[in-house]
């Protein structure tokens, strides 16, 4: 158990549709990392925040958005969703950021079909 | 513009043989490098790591090989187990981005 806690496991929504995929932490972790896993894409990073601010972009369509709360817990925002946005998206925490000679710790994903 | 490759999808070895997978990197400024290990239905986690000031690092049965006039970079696996079958990420790190290869499958059969 990595101690990253991604919420739901699976989803499945129509196109055109949003969805919220929510992130917690590792307890002590300031940072968030988003990445989208597709068929033979391997790990694309989407976005990063640090305790609270945005702290790099990645490859993020407009149609996504991300954000994390006080408590540090992280959500990313799906909308007009299409076919090609099913994938696993997986989210990962470490202390600070800027030192990714630090492992990674990530959550099992989120699984997103969208039909 | 895939930064990150590696161009094999899949391995398979005999346990107690030694594995090899391979990745490329396009991009000089990448200061640290990392492989990940995936199986199925979890995230990934982490196995070995490198700074670009090196040219080996070693782990137990895992060594790290950097390259950086090739920009290449490889893990040996040295014995295999059927338990290190999952998927192999290579990453490298680029300020506060952490790029991933497309991941290599590692079968080792008995």
Redesign the interface.
Same mark, same amino acid.
């Given at each position: 158990d990595?101690g990253?806690t991604q919420t739901p496991k699976h989803l499945i929504t129509a196109t055109g549709q949003r969805v919220t995929l929510r992130c917690s932490p590792r307890s002590g972790d300031l940072s968030v $990392?988003w $990445?989208q896993q597709s068929l /033979? &894409?391997?790990? &694309?990073?989407l976005i990063?925040y640090y305790n609270g601010e945005e702290?790099?972009k990645?490859n993020i369509l407009e149609r996504f958005s991300a954000q994390q709360f006080p408590d540090l817990h992280s959500e990313l925002n799906l909308s007009s969703l299409e076919l090609g946005d099913s994938a696993l998206y997986?989210c990962?925490s470490s202390v600070r950021?800027?030192q990714?000679?630090e492992?990674?710790?990530?959550?099992?994903?989120t699984q997103l079909s969208v039909l | 513009d895939?930064q990150?490759k &590696?161009n094999s999808?899949s391995l398979s070895v005999q346990e107690g043989r030694i594995s090899i997978l391979n990745c490329d990197y396009t991009n000089s400024m990448f200061d $640290?490098f990392?492989w $990940?290990k995936k199986y199925p239905?979890?995230?990934?986690?982490?196995l070995i790591?490198i700074?670009s000031i090196k040219d080996k690092n070693e782990d137990g049965r895992f060594t790290v090989f950097l390259n950086k006039s090739a920009k290449h970079l490889s893990l040996h696996i040295v014995p295999s187990q059927p338990g290190d079958s999952a998927v192999y990420?290579c990453?490298a790190?680029e300020? /506060?981005?952490?790029?991933?290869?497309?991941?290599t499958r590692l079968q080792v059969f008995p």
């Open positions: 990595s990253v $990392y $990445y /033979d &894409q391997g790990l &694309q990073f990063q702290r790099a990645g997986f990962a950021p800027g990714l000679n492992k990674l710790f990530f959550g099992s994903g | 895939q990150v &590696q999808p $640290y990392l $990940y239905a979890e995230g990934p986690t982490f790591s700074s990420f990453a790190s300020t /506060d981005k952490l790029i991933f290869g497309t991941g």
